[in-house]
């Protein structure tokens, strides 16, 4: 079923699109027939409703009614959630972190080999970089790194805060 | 045969797998009886994909080394994580990390290892910038470019490849990094290593592939294509994600005016189309988009925060 639901994904609209949820944040959200808030109100949602979305269009998002209707609802009047798999995110981290070279781990070499490429053209010296032992330390260190569900809705509040703040201040 | 399992079977051959490695994905597949079968794919396709990217990646922060700044590291990885969440594929794994390096440019290798330059940190003029560059790159990784261009070499390619690295000498100021990665010999390795079937049918290793990605990352460059392809996929997930809509435009017109004033020449400019080519691909993607009606987030005291200790330690780009 899965498999169906992104291969109607991929023709929403004659291309591929973002797969991701909006969900209206009020009573009385409006969907208009085109990116135009004076174009023709097709459905109007309620809190909590959630469509499926297509692809930004100016302040819109594109959406796809229960009608199965094409349609655009303000950006700002909905929220818009990616349709993620965190079990198979996992399951790539537990892979990757199983899969490290246990030789690597033990080498104790915790810096880079040679401190930084100095100067804007880089282009002299590139050659040798295929055949130089790779930093996995620092590659771990990327792996370990891990950036939170909570922080990346936060990133996003701080996005939106700003576009609210900056529509606002056009009124 | 189903809906599903013939789209599974579609996935499969898209991929371009070896019959070979059809038993090693069905062996697997009981390790991780939580995920479906397309997912189970995607996850053993991502472990041959991790062994090549985690080679470049390592090989790059030994090149350029590691600008190590926590703060910074988590800000980049806060923004790009966020940015790629919004491309069409929010289900894969993005890392990022910086390289010391006053060079203008960034990397995406197989597996989700992202590494943007310090340069890159030092010329954006707001987070705005850095989303889109971020979303460029995650599209790189996204679309699997790096890892469907290694396995689209010819036998031809790849031993041509292999005879100019061969050729190489390593300047005596890299002398601390020549020792050579041991090779890969374990089953595991082996395993996945079928996954790297060329169109030629040759078989590539991994170390060998992730020497011939070094090729492609900083001599020869992605197809120009895939190029405009991930300029116009990183704007369009920038914009999605609720930034200014034509930062990655800015940035790339400032750096034109830059590298014109100061005559240089870096990798970006090797392995890249030209910058004034990338400008019209993303003025169409702009376009589609309705870019002049969009009001989008610049982030600016965000990314000077973030970056506020870069600027202080005065590595700050002279312009």
């Known amino acids: 079923m899965k498999e169906l639901i992104l291969f109607g994904g991929m023709i929403f609209g004659s291309q591929l699109l973002m797969a991701a949820t909006v969900e209206s944040q009020k009573d009385g959200v409006e969907v208009y027939s085109s990116a135009d808030k004076s174009s023709a109100v097709i459905q109007k949602l309620k809190k909590g409703d959630k469509l499926s979305a297509g692809e930004r269009k100016g302040m819109y998002w594109q959406v796809k009614t229960s009608s199965g209707k094409d349609g655009f609802v303000n950006m700002l009047a909905v929220k818009v959630k990616p349709d993620e798999n965190p079990g198979l995110v996992d399951a790539m981290r537990e892979a990757a972190k199983k899969g490290r070279s246990q030789s690597a781990a033990d080498g104790g070499r915790t810096r880079s080999a040679v401190m930084g490429v100095r100067g804007l053209d880089d282009t002299g010296e590139v050659g040798v970089a295929a055949n130089l032992r790779p930093n996995l330390h620092a590659v ?24 609210e703040e900056k529509v606002s201040g056009l009124k | 045969m189903d ?64 600008y190590e700044d926590e703060g910074l590291k988590s800000y980049i990885n806060g923004v790009g994580d966020y940015v790629a969440r919004y491309g ?18 960034a990397f995406a290798c197989p597996g989700g290892y992202i590494l943007v330059t310090r340069g890159v940190l030092e010329s954006a003029a707001n987070e705005a910038e850095i989303a889109a560059i971020l979303g460029h790159e995650a599209a790189h990784v996204g679309k699997k470019h790096m890892f469907n261009a290694l396995r689209a070499m010819s036998k ?27 090779g890969d010999n374990s089953e595991s390795g082996s395993a996945i290593a079928k996954f790297l079937t060329t169109a030629s049918g040759a078989g590539l290793g991994i170390l060998q592939a992730a020497k011939l990605g070094m090729g492609l990352l900083l001599e020869k460059g992605l197809d120009k294509d895939l190029e405009f392809e991930a300029d116009r996929e990183g704007v369009k997930y920038a914009i999605r994600a609720g930034y200014d809509p034509k930062a990655l435009d800015r ?16 990798v970006m400019d090797v392995t890249h189309p030209s910058i004034p080519d990338r400008r019209k691909v993303i003025a169409e993607i702009l376009n589609r988009m309705g870019a002049d009606q969009i009001i989008g987030a610049v982030g600016k005291d965000r990314f000077e925060t973030a970056r506020a200790k870069l600027v202080a330690s005065g590595k700050e780009t002279k312009k």
Not at chain 2, 20 to 43: G, M, R
């Open chain 1, 140 to 163: 771990y260190r990327m792996e370990d790194f891990n950036t939170f569900p909570d922080g990346l809705s936060r990133q996003g509040e701080l996005v939106m805060k700003e576009v």
């Open chain 2, 156 to 182: 031809d390619q790849v031993a041509q490849a292999e005879a100019e690295a061969a050729a190489r000498k390593r300047p005596d100021k890299y002398s601390r990094a020549r020792l050579r990665p041991v």
């Open chain 2, 251 to 266: 940035f790339l017109e400032r750096l034109a005016e830059t590298k014109k004033k100061n005559n240089d020449k870096t």
């Open chain 2, 88 to 105: 069409d594929y929010p289900d894969r794994r993005y890392m990022f990390g910086i390289l010391d390096s006053d060079s203008v440019n």
């Open chain 2, 3 to 66: 809906g599903p399992s013939f789209l599974t079977s579609a996935l499969l051959a898209s991929f371009g797998l070896t019959v070979a490695c059809s038993s090693w994905t069905k062996k697997e597949a009981t390790d991780e009886p939580s995920l479906s079968k397309s997912e189970q794919l995607i996850l053993d396709e991502y472990k041959a994909e991790v062994e090549v990217g985690r080679n470049m990646a390592g090989r790059l922060f030994t090149f350029y080394g590691e």
